[in-house]
Structures are given as structure tokens and as C-alpha cells.
């Protein structure tokens, strides 16, 4: 008697100081996990290289594994010419990453069907399908850390825009007479709650305060110290807290979601921010459009991005078998 | 030889003055089309004896038409339970219209099967199907009047969001310190560019200005005043544009859509304010997001929401046929 063996797929997630990776199965359980440096500052070809040892190591688990790996799912940073699995145009945190064409080279190499799209996608995806929002029909995700990342279900499906540049939630504008971002806008509210944004507030308050600034100030510490109780640490959560809640406003009247998921390293700190977000938003949003919306802090944390990459390639690679 | 009659559709659109209604075919091209006071203040039994008359009256005209009616649209204030085909709650225009049974009475009553969908979502549709958005994918439409309404096609399908009350455009904020909204949110842009918004601008522009304020302002004398180069005027209408294009950036970087439909009784005036609203969304957006989008003025005027009943019904009607 034989068994078919088990279909399993490579989920690889980009990033400007590691590429994650992971084996893992329809159901996005990941059956191995690890990263390595992505050398994002060297040239496009010494970061395939990259790619290239980690797939072939990648497929040499296979026979341990009793399976098959046969899709590749990839999350990309910057835009994502999701049709062709390519870059569109340049992506600030890895330099020569320019129209870098992901799908063509790994096809190209293994053979295997690859699906490529923007890592805030990626995540959001991961979040839907196994994470906070599993089951959800349409879901909001933001990714909260050195920018803001944005993602949106509709109806269970990725949704990209018209030239796969939507869903840039952290540059929603909450002041059009707010700090300018570095975008060009003014008042982003990557300008209000990223970390940076975020410490830069907690440094102000601090100097009000007239106490010590840190040299080196982290989300860390001010976590460390909202938990202490220190009033600046307190108050600058809090405010942050409160201009998440005037975006969510935004985009519970716009999409009325079921569920708006947010992750990133600001969202994992021990207190919770979700509630204190979450009393803002229902102030601010229209009644039924809020009624039913829940908040939700990420669950699957630093490997959203190699989950959401294997759900990609699953989702894809059977409805290509379907047709 | 007996050809097959041509399949015709009504189309009802509610509002606060009157109901507007016609008889058109699967094109969304009216073949008769009148209008009717909606009597809006009086009890449901009544506006709902209205709607039996007219629908009464357009049956006795298909025979004129060689055709047979075999389905009904209708459009109405409020948000609409579109699964089910009736209001959820109560809309501020209409006093004894909480949660009015549109498709269940009409069912009923005349054995067509009626859809029934929130009136901006109909005007969105009847855009994107045959009006200024025609054969686009992604398209938002707002709608400038008393407020602002707000429509989302994605994908060629009308967004409604999880609780039927998403959509709401007029009810994102471009400012958390902005005017208090009547929906008790503050900055949203329907406090900046709604035509009442547009003329209390007008009326401190006028008085800071030292001009006479006139007892009846409007947007046909603010217009007329605009092109007759009145600095205040033309300031008004230039800082109610700039707000628009604030709030549009935030719908591209959102949505990074195809068009973007501008309708409703300030859209229509002689002026273009259409170049001077896309000139500031250029200014704010995401270069990616915003490269490909146009801005469009609407083309279906007032007949929007009879044409967009009649695509909702039209539309339904073969959907229904396929399964």
C-alpha cells in the first residue's frame, strides 16, 4: 500500500536585516522554521544567492518530512506586482531590491510554482486565514513598528488595488495640518503611532517633564516603564493609543470590518494597548458600523510573515489545481 | 415567429422630496422615467402606498414597451440590510421609515423579485456600471450634497461591508481636531465639503471680507459668484477642494483604486472642480497609488439612483438565473 505523499510549501519573508523561512502544510502549521541575514545591503544577486542556499536546503527536508514541497509563497517588501511576482520599482530598506523579478528567478531555478506578494499583505493574510481573525470575512490588519504597515481582506481575499498599491493604511492621513511624513503627506498616522513616532513622544514628555532622556530610547523600556507606572511613559501610550483610535475610526466607516487584527512589535509589549484603542475607535466610529467590530492583537507574532507566505502559495496553488 | 419579450426592470430611488422611479432594460437605458413626492413625513403605510401606486402605474406601461417587467430595484436612504432587503434602523430624512420591509412587502405584493440597497451604493453602481466609471474594477463614488455619501466597488461588485454599514465616506475624518460632526466624530469631511459646510465657509469668507452675507446663500449664488471672480467665492471653493483632495489621498493610498466619481448637487456645477481637487489628491497620495487614478465627475445626474436601481435588479436578476 502507498500513500500520496503529503503536499507542502516553502514560505520565505524578506526583511532588511533577516529572510525567515519555513516548511509548512496547507493548514499553515509550520513544520520547520529558521532565518539567516538577508544581506539586504548588498547587490540583488548576492540576495538571491541567499534565496537560492535556503531553497535548496529547504528541499532537502522533504524526504524527513514524508512530503512533497510543491509551491513557494514569498513576502516581499515595497510593492508587489502580484500577477507577475515581481517588485514594482524600488523598496527603501533593501537597496538594489528594484523590479527584483522573485517568481521568475525561483520558477525559473526550481521548477516549482511561486507566488509573491507585499509582506504587510502576507501577514495580514497569515492573521486571516490561522491567526486572530481566522474564519473572518473581511479583515483590517495593521502592522505597527519602524513604519505602519497595512493590509485588507475583502470577502477572505487579499485585496491589492488597482495597480497592487492599496492598503497603505499607515498613510492615512488622520491631520491634514499634522507633521509631515515621509511620504510627502502630512499627518500620517505613521507620523503619530510608529515606534519612532511613538519615542519621539515619550522624549518630549520626558524633557517636559524635566526628567532624564535615555540616550537610548526603546519601546522596551518605555513599556517597562508604562508597567512601573511612570506618568510620561503612561500618558504618551495613552496618546498614541488614542490616535490609533481616530484611524480605526476611519476604517471601521469605511470597510465595517469584522475584525481588525493589529500586530508588529509595539503590539506585542505585555500591557494591553487593544483595549484602550479599541474604547477610542467606538467613540469615534459610526454606531453601526462599529457595533460588531473586534479588536484583536496578532497572534502569530514573528512568524506571520512565513505563515502568511505559505498560505499564499496554498491558496494559489489549489485554485490553479481547480481549474 | 413569436420572438421572446424583452426583459424590463423598475428601478425606485427614495428620497427626503421625492421618489424618483422608472422602467429600464438590462443596458440601464430608461425607456419611461417620472418622479413623485415621496410624502417622507408621513407613517410608513403611506410612503409604502406611494410606491404601490407607482408600481402599479409602470406595470400597465409594459405592454407599450414590448417587454415584460421581471424584477424591481430600489434604492433608499439609510443603511440596508442587502441580504434581506430592509432597512436596519432608522435614516434621519425619512421619520417612519425604521426598518422598513421593502423587499418583503413588495414581494408580497406583486410576486417580482426586488432588491433593495442603500441609495449611494445604487448611485456608485449605476457609475460604475454605465456612468463615468464604466468597465472599471475598483471604483469609489462620493456624492457632495446636504452630506456627504459614499459608495466602494471592488472588484466590479458594490462593497457593503460586514453589517451592511460600511462605506461610509463622508464620515472619515482628514482632521481628530476638526470640527464635531453630527455623528459626534470630529474632522470628518463631510464638516468640510458638504455643500452646508461649503457655505458657512463662504459666509465667514464674505463677513471676514467685509461683504455683505446674503439671507439665502446657495451653491447656484456661491457658483455664480465663482465665475464672476469674487475672491471670496473662488477662495471657498479652492479650500473646499483642497479638503476633498486631503480626503482623496486618503481613499488612493487606502484603496489605490481606478476612479474616483464625483457626484451630487455641488459636483454638477459649471465649474471644474474636478482638475482642482485632483491637483491636491496628486500633491498627498502615494506616487504608486495615485499614478493611474482619475478623478471623474458623474455623469448620471439625477438619474444615478433610478439607473442604479435598475443595474441592482438587472444584475441580481441574472445572477439568480445562472445558479
Known sequence: MTTAKKELFIGMDLGGSFIKYAIGDRQGNLLYADKRPSRADQSQDTIFSVIYSIVDDLLMHQERLHGQIVAIGFGSPGSVDFEHGRLIGATPNINDWTDADIRGRLEARYGLPTWVDNDANVMALAEARVGAARGKANVIALTLGTGIGGGILIAGEVYRGSDYAGAELGHMSINFLGPKCNCGNFGCIEQYASAPAMLRLYGQKL???????????????????????????????????????????????????DVIVIGGGVADADIDLMQQIEKVMKQRAL???????????????NRAGQVGAIMLAADAYAAQRQV
Open 207 to 257: 524633557h517636559e517633564q524635566n526628567l532624564p532622556v535615555p540616550v537610548e530610547l526603546s519601546t522596551f523600556l518605555l513599556f517597562e516603564q508604562v508597567a512601573s507606572g511612570q506618568a510620561a511613559a503612561v500618558e504618551t501610550v495613552q496618546e498614541v493609543c488614542a490616535y490609533l483610535g481616530y484611524a480605526l475610526a476611519n476604517l471601521v466607516n469605511i470597510f465595517n470590518p
Open 287 to 301: 454606531p453601526p458600523a462599529v457595533r460588531q467590530v473586534q479588536v484583536k492583537r496578532a497572534e502569530l507574532g
